[in-house]
């Protein structure tokens, strides 16, 4: 074992095994026999700045920084450009690797393929996970990917920009390529934003920050976003930062207001064309330059929406799921809504209301009026059952919290009922049932079921 001491230097001769302490060089000088050799990376002791080490091979200059205890590397021979060259692979823990423009970086994880700086240079981190999965982080710069790393995903310049994180699969796919931070909480753009802290209102959603400047945009995502919006609904649309709780607010011509929060992660598919996408729960989501945002529909001010709610019901709380479907509880009775996407100017006063179809209506203190619908609540759970019955069967959204299946060459309106019921005992095995006028589907998760009509088209 070779330990080069803090701030030293060595030269690698062979393949026995070094430890790398911070601010140390390690030279490879060009056609060294050390493919195979190990490089554990130590840190310094927490709260303490790491001090990169410097590993040159050949002509190449690698900045290398462990961001765990002991990382190891090692370095292995592969063919770059028709030569054979020394180029790192993380073999556990993380490391984040720099280098000059057009050279290599890394192995890709299970891959065994070369990462490649950009014609700027590059900088990345990689974490090795313990189910042999990888995460890949661009943190400068861009880089460029083996072409069969992305048969999983559509990135067509087998390019990673900076802000971007790929998951790599163990047989050295990309599965995913999302914004964000490795660990979430450096407020990057596709960073979940902290919400506020409310007495009975329980958000488990994680809204992504929209404000940054992603580089295959080349201007802010949110602006972007709102841009696109507009020009696929062919009007004029304006909109806010996102408040506290995430939400985007949209202005469209007659004064109406549309409430947009992002839900989920951001991710890049650059086989996806420009435009918007309704989703069968409703969702919108918006592409562009290969980046997609899903929304939900969302009131303004869920604590106000709460407040409101509690003027009927002092005990009452409300839930706001991970894709943004709301949960009120009242006692034991639990009702599943989602807003509506737009809402009107109202002169009623303030609260809960319902209106003459006996929906749920919110004004806010602004007098905004927006309808709070009854939606399914494991749509999933019902997608499996419908295709169970037909594999060509489809369910899409209609905007008020119905659902037109085509199921068998026939069309279908599925509407549900706010509140979730406890399944009966003698159909505790069923996926669905009739009961009366009405059909009832059981949630996957548990005891709960949902009532919906059901009327022909």
Request: charged residues 10%; glycine residues 10%; without cysteine.
């Amino acid at each position: 074992m070779i330990e080069v001491p803090i701030g030293g230097a060595t030269t690698l001769t062979g393949a026995t095994p070094v430890t790398a302490t911070p601010g140390s060089t390690l030279v490879i000088p060009a056609g060294t026999p050390i493919s195979g050799t190990s490089i554990t990376l130590t840190s310094p002791a927490p709260g303490v700045t790491t001090i990169p080490v410097t590993i040159r091979i050949g002509t190449h200059t690698l900045t290398v920084t462990p961001g765990d205890v002991n990382t190891v590397a090692t370095v292995n021979n592969v063919m770059v450009n028709g030569v054979s060259t020394p180029v790192l692979e993380v073999s556990s823990g993380t490391l984040t690797v720099s280098a000059a423009p057009s050279e290599p970086l890394l192995i890709m994880a299970n891959n065994g393929g070369v990462i490649t700086a950009g014609n700027s240079g590059g900088a990345v981190t990689q974490s090795m996970n313990g189910d042999s999965t990888t995460t890949l982080s661009v943190t400068d710069g861009y880089v460029v990917l083996p072409a069969n790393a992305f048969a999983a995903v559509a990135i067509t310049d087998d390019k990673l920009y900076a802000g971007e994180i790929a998951q790599i699969s163990a047989d050295g796919t990309v599965t995913q390529v999302r914004f964000g931070s490795l660990n979430g909480a450096d407020g990057a753009l596709g960073d979940p934003i902290s919400l506020p802290v409310e007495p009975n209102l329980f958000a488990l959603v994680n809204p992504p920050r929209l404000d940054g400047s992603a580089t295959r945009l080349g201007n802010d995502l949110s602006t972007a976003i709102i841009s696109e919006a507009g020009h696929a609904l062919n009007m004029s649309i304006t909109g806010s930062v996102q408040n506290t709780w995430g939400i985007l607010t949209l202005a469209l011509p007659g004064a109406v207001q549309s409430y947009a929060l992002p839900v989920g992660e951001i991710i890049v598919d650059t086989g996806r064309a420009d435009g918007l996408t309704v989703t069968a729960r409703n969702q919108i989501q918006v592409a562009k330059n290969g980046i997609i945002t899903t929304f939900s529909p969302m009131v303004a001010d869920p604590g106000e929406l709460l407040r409101a709610a509690q003027a009927l019901s002092p005990l009452l709380s409300l839930q706001i799921l991970e894709d943004g479907l709301m949960h009120i509880r009242i006692g034991n009775a639990t009702y599943v809504m989602q807003p509506g996407w737009t809402t009107e100017q109202s002169g009623d006063p303030a609260g809960i209301s319902n209106n003459e179809r006996g929906e749920i209506v919110y004004t806010d203190a602004h007098g905004q009026q927006q309808i709070l619908y009854p939606v399914f609540d494991d749509l999933v759970y019902l997608t499996n059952v419908v295709e169970a019955l037909d594999s060509n069967a489809t369910l899409a959204a209609n905007n008020n919290g119905s659902l037109t299946m085509e199921l068998q060459g026939a069309t279908y309106t599925l509407t549900p009922d706010y509140v979730l019921s406890t399944v009966p005992a003698q159909h505790l095995t069923d996926a669905w049932w009739i009961d009366g006028d009405k059909m009832f589907i059981r949630n996957s998760g548990g005891t709960a079921a949902q009532g919906f009509s059901v009327s022909y088209r």
